[in-house]
C-alpha cells in the first residue's frame, strides 16, 4: 500500500483548526487523547491519508468501543514504518512534541468541559430563579471560569508555538540528514544512492539525452601499495574535486563506490565525450604531493568509459554498457575514454 509522507508542519492557526476538528471527533467516539491517538486522528482531519482515514473510521465507529491495539496498530502502520525518521535524535522529538501536545489537549479538553457544565448549571439559575443574589454570584463565577478558560486557551497557544518550532527544527535536521544520506562522506560528492536517484530522474525526462561515463582510477592499488591508503584516500578526495568543478545543470557527478567515479550528462554523445576529454586530461595533469616528503607523486590517470542512453532501454544496461567502454579502455592501455 503506498501511503504519502504525513507533514505536520502546520501554522499555528492551521494546527488549531485541526484541533477543533479532531478532539470533537474522538470525543464522540469516547477516544482516549493519547500521543498515538491524536496523532493519527490529526492525520485524518488534515485529510493526509485516505486509507488511514477509512481504516480509522471503519475501527472506530461512533459509541463503539475502544480499542488501544487497533490504534497502536494503525499508529505503527502510518506512522513509525511510513513517517518517523531513522536519526534517534529525531524519534525522540517527534516523540516529545507529540506528548507534550497531548498533555496540553487533555488539559484544554478538560477546561473546555468544565466550563460547558459551568454554562449549563448558570443557564438553570437564570431561568428558573428569580433570586438576584444567586444570579450575581452565577455571573462573577462565570466570569472568574472564563477568564480561567482564557489563561488555559493562552497557554496552550503557546504550547502549540513552541511545538511549531520544535517542528521546524526537525524539519531541518531531517533535511540535512537525508541530504547527508546522498553525499559521499569522503569526496563530499554526491554518493551511489545519489547517483541512482539521479540517474532514475534523468532517464524519466525522455525528451532529454542521457550520456554515462563510468570513470576509475588506474593502477589505484599500486598506489596505495607505494603511498599507504591515506594517500589513496587523499587522491579519491582531489580527483573527487576535478569532477565537482564540472558539476552543472546537465551534469551530474557521483562516488560510485571504491576508485569508481560516475558522471551523467545530460547532452549529446559529442558533448559529453569532449567532457570527458577533459576530466581525463585535467586528473592526469594534477600533480599531487606527499606530505611528509613534498615530493609530487607519479602521474594518477582515469580510464574512462562512455556511452548514450537508448530509448526503451533500462538504466542498468545504460550501466552495464558504459562498464563495458570503462573495461576496454582498461584493455587498451588505460588513460582514455572509450565510447561504448
Ligand atoms: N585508499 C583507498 N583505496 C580504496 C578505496 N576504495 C577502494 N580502494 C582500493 O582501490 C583498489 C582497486 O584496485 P583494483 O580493482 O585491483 O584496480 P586498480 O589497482 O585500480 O587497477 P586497474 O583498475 O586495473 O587500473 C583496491 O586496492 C582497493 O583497496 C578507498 O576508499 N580508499
Avoid at 467516539?29 to 482515514?53: E, G
Avoid at 454554562?119 to 452565577?138: G, H, P, S, W, Y
Avoid at 541530504?179 to 544512492?193: E, G, Q, S
Amino acid at each position: 500500500m503506498s501511503v504519502n509522507r504525513m507533514d505536520f508542519r502546520d501554522d499555528l492557526n492551521t494546527a488549531s483548526d485541526y484541533l477543533r476538528m479532531a478532539v470533537p471527533q474522538m470525543v464522540r467516539r469516547r477516544i482516549p487523547p493519547t500521543p498515538y491517538n491524536y496523532a493519527l486522528w490529526y492525520a485524518h482531519v488534515q485529510n493526509a491519508c485516505p486509507d488511514l482515514s477509512r481504516s480509522l473510521l471503519a475501527d472506530f465507529p461512533e459509541n463503539g468501543p475502544y480499542d488501544a491495539e487497533k490504534s497502536e496498530s494503525l499508529f505503527f502502520e502510518y506512522f513509525v514504518k511510513h513517517y518517523l525518521p531513522t536519526s534517534p535524535q529525531a524519534r525522540d522529538l517527534i516523540v516529545d512534541i507529540v506528548t507534550r501536545l497531548t498533555r496540553a489537549v487533555s488539559r484544554n479538553l478538560r477546561g473546555t468541559q468544565d466550563y460547558g457544565a459551568s454554562l449549563r448549571e448558570a443557564l438553570t439559575v437564570f431561568e428558573e430563579n428569580d433570586d438576584q443574589e444567586r444570579i450575581r454570584a452565577m455571573v462573577g463565577q462565570l466570569l472568574t471560569e472564563t477568564r480561567d478558560l482564557e489563561n488555559l486557551t493562552q497557554a496552550f497557544q503557546s504550547e502549540l508555538k513552541s511545538a511549531g518550532a520544535q517542528v521546524e527544527r526537525l524539519k531541518r535536521e531531517l533535511e540535512e540528514s537525508e541530504r547527508r544520506a546522498r553525499v559521499d562522506a569522503l569526496t563530499k560528492i554526491p554518493n551511489r544512492r545519489g547517483f541512482d536517484e539521479a540517474l532514475v530522474q534523468s532517464l524519466s525526462a525522455p525528451d532529454e539525452p542521457t550520456c554515462l561515463m563510468m570513470l576509475d582510477l588506474d593502477r589505484f592499488k599500486q598506489l596505495n601499495d607505494t603511498y599507504g591508503h591515506p594517500m589513496g584516500d587523499r587522491v579519491l578526495e582531489i580527483v573527487g574535486s576535478v569532477l565537482a568543478k564540472v558539476q552543472s545543470e546537465r551534469v551530474f557527478v557521483a562516488r560510485y563506490g571504491g576508485e569508481e567515479f560516475a558522471v551523467i550528462v545530460n547532452d549529446e554523445l559529442e558533448a559529453a565525450q569532449t567532457l570527458a576529454e577533459q576530466i581525463r586530461r585535467q586528473v592526469a595533469a594534477l600533480q599531487i604531493k606527499r606530505k611528509s616528503t613534498k615530493d609530487t607523486i607519479g602521474a594518477i590517470t582515469v580510464s574512462i568509459g562512455l556511452t548514450r542512453f537508448k530509448p526503451g532501454e533500462t538504466g542498468a544496461s545504460l550501466i552495464e554498457r558504459a562498464d563495458t567502454g570503462l573495461y576496454r579502455a582498461k584493455e587498451g592501455g588505460r588513460d582514455r575514454v572509450v565510447i561504448a
